[in-house]
T-cell receptor, first 114, second 114 residues
């Protein structure tokens, strides 16, 4: 079975540019999560969706960050404009409903903003 | 509100020795508990989970964890460490009625020495 698929795996861009990260959740999963991981702050939940609807975006750092889930098989996380402090590994995870269900993680996108 | 505390950000063991990674949780509802492992340049992978029932849970790669309600703990153990166990380990909690949002600990980096 295909796992969570994230693209690109690596992204290097200059400050001020728009960055779009993509995620395809596991088929049949109705919850999707975006995380950011850095050495300084560890693993942070940015936003999560249930049935394509954003439920909790309290972890989104600021208005430069936005996330969408137009359908059950695709989500994007966009940063515009990007800043060097946004450099991190961004993970997408998906799960079925219920607190007893584990989240399945993609391999992440390593983002470097110069 | 839920929280997780992982004691020891770095643990070092000799190959063949017992692995013990500590996790304590706080939850106002019956908790669901998870251990994840992260290898370099990869996403988090589920090791094991406790939801209900038997308090001793066995996972992949020879790991197990015991849920102790009286101690609010969910420590991860493995009888004999292998070099391939070197990775970062995360404990996480969610709760009944709290949806499937996970609260992660700060992680423990396990080093295995010859």
């Amino acid at each position: 079975d295909a796992g969570v698929i994230q693209s690109p795996r690596h992204e290097v861009t200059e400050m001020g540019q728009e960055v779009t990260l993509r995620c395809k959740p596991i088929s049949g999963h109705n919850s999707l999560f975006w995380y950011r991981q850095t050495m300084m702050r560890g693993l942070e939940l940015l936003i999560y969706f249930n049935n394509n609807v954003p439920i909790d975006d309290s972890g989104m750092p600021e208005d430069r960050f936005s996330a969408k889930m137009p359908n059950a098989s695709f989500s994007t996380l966009k940063i515009q404009p990007s800043e060097p402090r946004d450099s991190a590994v961004y993970f997408c995870a998906s799960s079925t409903a219920g607190g007893n269900q584990p989240q399945h993680f993609g391999d992440g996108t390593r983002l470097s903003i110069l | 509100a839920q929280s997780v505390t992982q004691l020891g950000s770095h643990v070092s063991v000799s190959e063949g020795a017992l692995v013990l990674l500590r996790c304590n949780y706080s939850s106002s509802v019956p908790p669901y508990l998870f251990w994840y492992v992260q290898y370099p340049n990869q996403g988090l992978q589920l090791l094991l989970k406790y939801t209900t029932g038997a308090t001793l849970v066995k996972g992949i790669n020879g790991f197990e964890a015991e849920f102790k309600k009286s101690e609010t703990s969910f420590h991860l153990t493995k009888p004999s460490a292998h070099m391939s166990d070197a990775a970062e380990y995360f404990c996480a909690v969610s709760g009944a009625g709290g949806g499937n949002k996970l609260t992660f600990g700060t992680g423990t980096q396990l080093k295995v020495e010859l």
